[in-house]
């Protein structure tokens, strides 16, 4: 029997941050069916702000990713919400924005961040499509924002 999800992110050495207050008139999540519409999430640092700039000015490639990989985080704790357990989803699709620089050209590894750790925690079930994006500012100026969607297996 494969790892579960939740035993994976203890051997990852993570846990799931609590799911903050929403900041506008939205929800954490929607569900039409077996899909489960994830809103966009921001990276968070363990107090609960965001990591506000622009890639490619303030932040690397490197530290960029890691900001995803936070997100990552955020979303799997929605997903969790919304499903009761990490166990009984997969990844289908993810839009990944970058608040990044004109010239900045990496958005791609910057959303592998989240993508990396999705497959870290779900396996297969973290594989999934996705579209990576430039933007010229992102809500409170946070560096990275993504949104999710995933379906609940039978």
Known sequence: MAMSA?????????ALPEL???????LWFRQAGDLIWVSGQGPRRPDGSFITGKVGRDFTLEEAYE???LVGLDLLAVVREAA????????????GMVNAV???ADHGKVIDGCSDLL????????RHARASVGMGSLPGQIT???EAVVRLLP
């Open 6 to 14: 939740e035993q994976a992110l203890r051997d990852l050495g993570l």
């Open 20 to 26: 903050p207050e929403r900041i506008a008139n939205y």
């Open 67 to 69: 900001h995803a990989r």
């Open 84 to 95: 009761g357990s990490l166990d009984k989803v997969e990844v289908i699709k993810l839009l």
């Open 102 to 104: 004109p010239e900045f």
């Open 119 to 126: 497959v870290a925690v779900l396996g297969e079930a973290g």
């Open 144 to 146: 990275v924002e993504i």
